[in-house]
């Protein structure tokens, strides 16, 4: 009896999928998935910094597709697509059998499709952006412009959700530290959304946090599960 409840306290604190490790390919599509926020934001501050008339706290990442080198944005979401939906691709084999098993790869493919329609359909130009755009410029939203605008709602609405559902796998696991940061996150990115209205910079911050906190859950359920071997 006494053997018994030392086995189970042991268990208790060990991963759900501790037992199954995962193969040297969905290591590969998970590590797809750790660099596609990183290197998109990347590219975006990069851009930024560097484009004529390109403001951060008057203009979102989205508008860096416009212009002349609006092509490098542009294949900068394509890229970022293709990474996530890899990445997704890798979750469903990691969190196979697991809590969120099965909704948090389609979710966070969801993500993925969400960046390949922005790259497709571009953002609106305004605020000075592109360069020679006037700076009172709202006008009505083109249908393009609108088509990016719902794909990055649904996106990170898909995110945020896939969080959520992920705190669970997490808690499962007893790793009580990432699945109360899984729940804060999402907060987070919905308070710099509702923030955006009056600072475009709160959006820029809270989309950059959700695919920065995307990586760091992808490489935590990386490094607790060992290669295949043989």
């Not at 969905?26 to 290197?39: F, M, S």
């Amino acid at each position: 009896m006494t053997h018994t409840t030392s086995v189970t306290s042991t268990d208790r604190h060990a991963p759900i999928n501790s037992a199954t490790s995962i193969r040297p390919s969905t290591r590969t599509l998970l590590g797809a998935g750790i660099v596609a926020g990183p290197l998109f934001l990347g590219a975006g501050v990069i851009q930024g910094f560097t484009r004529d008339g390109f403001d951060f706290t008057r203009n979102a990442i989205s508008q860096l597709s416009l212009g002349s080198a609006g092509w490098i944005q542009v294949v900068s979401f394509l890229l970022a697509a293709v990474l996530l939906v890899s990445g997704a691709i890798g979750l469903h084999r990691a969190m196979r059998d697991t809590p969120g098993g099965v909704w948090v790869p389609r979710l966070i493919g969801v993500l993925g499709v969400s960046f390949l329609v922005s790259g497709v359909f571009s953002a609106d130009p305004g605020k000075g952006f592109p360069a020679g755009t006037p700076e009172d410029s709202a006008g009505s939203i083109s249908p393009h412009g609108a088509v990016h605008l719902v794909a990055g709602m649904v996106g990170y609405l898909a995110l945020c959700a896939a969080f959520f559902i992920v705190a669970r796998h997490f808690a499962a696991e007893g790793r009580r530290g990432w699945a109360i940061a899984c729940r804060i996150v999402p907060v987070l990115v919905f308070a710099g959304f509702a923030g955006s209205s009056s600072a475009v910079l709160s959006f820029t911050v809270g989309a950059g946090l959700g695919l920065l906190a995307l990586s760091a859950v992808s490489a935590r359920l990386l490094i607790t599960r060992s290669p295949a071997r043989g």
